[in-house]
């Protein structure tokens, strides 16, 4: 009678590798969709901060916008003049950018 009973359990050996697949599957779904898109947008973002030059109009993680006057390469600060009229110049680390706004757009 327990023979019988041990015979009808469900085999464990079979859904492993039925599991080990599905989550292989979900690995790579979530690499494709969000951590190869992520990687990228940041090698673009690093890329755009490595090539400020001065008198680019720039746009700051806090919303300040400001024309870049001078750069200090060896701290990684960018000085920004961000009013003309009194020659308001603030200091930024190169990482607070943005993004760069382009002249044609902005007049």
Partial sequence: MNYLILEAAPQAGGGSMQFLFTM????LVLYFLIFRP????QKEHQKMIENLQIHDTIITTGGIIGKIVNIKKDKNIL??????????KIEFQR???AGVINEEVKG
């Fill in 38 to 41: 992520q990687r990228k947008k």
């Fill in 95 to 97: 990482n607070a950018v």
């Fill in 24 to 27: 292989g599957l979900m690995f």
């Fill in 79 to 88: 000085v920004v003049r961000v009013d003309e009229t009194n020659n308001t």
